[in-house]
């Protein structure tokens, strides 16, 4: 049996030394893929938002309008305010689901605002305004786990 000298030891320890830090580059790159990729999302949630929510500035019926509504009681003014908020909230929604599919959002972060949205979601008349900036795997998501009313 032959002996292996010490330098071929030392050429096969510097090797994997290389390809153990090729390994960790890459994954440094894929974890700044990811965070590149949640701040396009995030920006464009926030141009989006901003949008929604310029209507209701001195609003001071979109504080009432919050929370869940007779609709038949509602002025066609106040509507709009409420369909404004629920679109707003559709957006919000959207933007905690993809951040939470990349993997950077917390599944009790995420919890919050899709307990919000099962409510909207299970309601006919805020369905189509909560799902509206919806992504298809969200439409998805959504379908499976919050329904609970056919509308």
């Known amino acids: 049996m032959k002996k292996v000298s010490i330098d071929v030891w030392i050429q096969l320890i510097g090797m994997l030394g290389v390809f153990a830090g090729l390994a960790f580059v890459g994954l440094e790159l894929q974890q700044s893929q990811r965070i590149a990729i949640a701040s396009a999302i995030q920006g464009r949630n926030q141009m989006q938002s901003n949008y929604l929510l310029a209507p209701l500035e001195g609003q001071l ?15 066609p ?8 908020i629920i679109l707003h909230r559709s957006v919000t929604v959207t933007n905690a689901w993809q951040q939470w ?3 950077l ?6 919890e919050v605002p899709a307990s919000r949205a099962e409510v909207m979601y299970n309601n006919c008349r805020e369905r189509p305004w909560i799902t509206a900036s919806f992504t298809p795997s969200l439409i998805d998501y959504a379908e499976e786990n919050w329904k609970e009313v056919a509308c």
């Open 77 to 84: 003014a106040q509507l709009l305010i409420r369909e404004q």
């Open 61 to 75: 019926q979109a504080v009432e309008l919050r929370r869940s509504q007779d609709y038949e009681s509602l002025s």
């Open 101 to 103: 599919s990349l993997g």
């Open 105 to 110: 959002l917390t599944d009790d972060a995420w």
